[in-house]
C-alpha cells in the first residue's frame, strides 16, 4: 500500500491523517467543500501541536507512562527527527473535494464520516463505481457492524471496520473486524497496515456491535448522561466520582467533550429511533440535552466548549 484516501476530515479522520502522513504514506482527504477543507486544516494544525507537545514531554521524561509509542519506540526516539517528520506533514497531505480525484488510485480508503447510516450509504453508492479493483475499504464506524453496510460498497469480500481510538499518537489501539463476507487477506493486509502506521491491532473475527472498546465505554457515557438527565447530579461530580474512584484520567463528560457530542448524539439517536426497546437509560432525555449544545453551538473540545469550556 501506498495512497491512502480518508472520506472526512472530522475529528479522528483528520487524526487517521495525519498519522497514516507522519508514518511515510501518501495522504488524500476528502472532504465534501472548500469550507470544510479550512475547518479540517484547523483540526490538523491542533493534531500537530498535540504531535509537538508529546515530543517535547518524551524529551524530558525518563518514564515510560509518558510515552507516545503512536510517535516512536521507546528505544529508538529521536526528537529532532520526530518534529522534523511532524512538521512535514500538513504540507504533504492532499485535500479534495472531488470524490473521483480522490480514489481514484486509492490501495486503501478509510471511512471516518459520522455515525450516520444514511451518510455511509450514500458515499459508498458515490465510491462503488469509482475505486479501482485493487481497493480495500474499511469504516472507522464505532458504532455499525460492517455486515450492515457491506452490501452498498459492492466489494464485500474487500470491505471491514478498522476503529481507531481517539488521540491515537498516544492511545495507539485499532480494532480490526471482519465479516462474515470480507477475505482473510485483504483483514490480514489492514492488520499490516495497522502496524505500519503504530498501531497495535485488535482482530475481531466475529462481529459485535461496539467492539472491544466502546462495547466497555459506550456504557460508561450513556451512564453518566443518564446521571445528569434524570436530575441526580452535575457533571462535575459524576466525573469526580469516575477519576478519583478508578484512577482514570477523564470522566464521561470529559470524554463525550473528547469524542464530540454531534458523534454522541447520533448514537444515542439510533437507541431512540429503536421501536420499543427497553434499557436502563433516559435515551430521549439524552436525545433533548445534546441538541440544546449542538443547537448552540457547544460541541465539544474542537469548537471550545461542549460540557466543559476550553
Not at 464485500?156 to 481507531?164: D, G, I, W, Y
Amino acid at each position: 500500500m501506498k495512497n491512502i484516501t480518508i472520506l472526512g476530515g472530522g475529528v479522528l479522520g483528520s487524526q487517521i491523517a495525519f498519522q497514516t502522513c507522519y508514518c511515510g504514506y501518501n495522504v488524500t482527504i476528502y472532504l465534501r467543500s472548500k469550507e470544510s477543507i479550512k475547518r479540517c486544516k484547523k483540526r490538523l494544525e491542533e493534531v500537530k501541536k498535540s504531535y509537538i507537545d508529546a515530543i517535547n514531554i518524551m524529551k524530558k521524561e525518563k518514564n515510560i507512562n509518558t510515552w507516545s509509542l503512536g510517535i516512536a519506540d521507546f528505544d529508538k526516539f529521536n526528537a529532532s527527527k520526530s518534529l522534523k517528520n511532524v512538521e512535514e506533514v500538513l504540507n504533504k497531505i492532499n485535500f479534495e473535494i472531488d470524490l473521483e480525484k480522490s480514489v481514484c488510485d486509492a490501495d486503501l480508503v478509510i471511512e471516518s464520516m459520522s455515525e450516520d447510516f444514511d451518510a455511509k450509504k450514500d458515499i459508498y453508492g458515490k465510491i462503488a463505481p469509482l475505486l479501482p479493483e485493487k481497493t480495500i475499504l474499511v469504516t472507522n464506524s464505532s458504532t455499525m457492524l460492517p455486515s450492515k453496510l457491506a452490501k452498498f460498497t459492492k466489494r464485500e469480500n474487500k470491505f471491514l471496520a478498522l476503529h481507531f481510538a481517539n488521540s491515537i499518537w498516544k492511545n495507539n489501539i485499532v480494532e480490526v473486524m471482519m465479516h462474515k463476507d470480507t477475505n482473510e487477506k485483504y483483514f490480514e493486509e489492514v492488520i499490516d497496515f495497522a502496524k505500519s502506521i503504530r498501531m497495535v491491532p485488535l482482530p475481531l473475527r466475529k462481529e459485535k456491535s461496539g467492539y472491544l472498546l466502546n462495547s466497555m465505554l459506550i456504557p460508561l457515557l450513556f451512564s453518566g448522561l443518564d446521571l445528569l438527565v434524570n436530575g441526580i447530579s452535575d457533571v462535575e461530580s459524576i466525573d469526580t466520582a469516575w477519576k478519583r474512584g478508578t484512577g482514570s484520567p477523564k470522566g464521561p463528560f470529559e470524554i463525550l467533550d473528547t469524542v464530540g457530542l454531534k458523534t454522541a448524539y447520533d448514537i444515542v439517536l439510533m437507541y431512540v429511533k429503536i421501536p420499543k426497546f427497553l434499557a436502563p437509560y433516559n435515551f430521549r432525555g439524552m436525545e433533548k440535552l445534546l441538541k440544546t449544545y449542538i443547537d448552540e453551538g457547544k460541541l465539544g473540545k474542537s469548537s471550545g466548549e461542549g460540557f466543559y469550556k476550553y
